[in-house]
């Protein structure tokens, strides 16, 4: 289970990080994305890097 969250983690952190920078206009990449210099995206994606920052503290486990 500690794997999966590490894995889910991570790919939340890319991915939210990815989606902050095409929110903000930092990433304009695809060029064809709706999600473009879309504040709410930005939001979003710093949402979902928290998920990713919790299930990785989750998948730390206690010690």
Not at 27 to 54: C, E, K, N, R
Request: aromatic share 12%; charged share 5%.
């Amino acid at each position: 289970m500690a794997t999966v969250l590490r894995i889910f983690g991570i790919i939340a952190l890319l991915m939210g990080g990815l989606w902050v920078g095409q929110g903000l206009g930092l990433i304009m990449w695809p060029s064809s994305s709706f999600m473009l210099a879309q504040t709410q995206w930005a939001y979003i994606g710093a949402g979902l890097m928290l998920i990713g920052v919790l299930a990785l503290w989750r998948a730390k486990g206690p010690r």
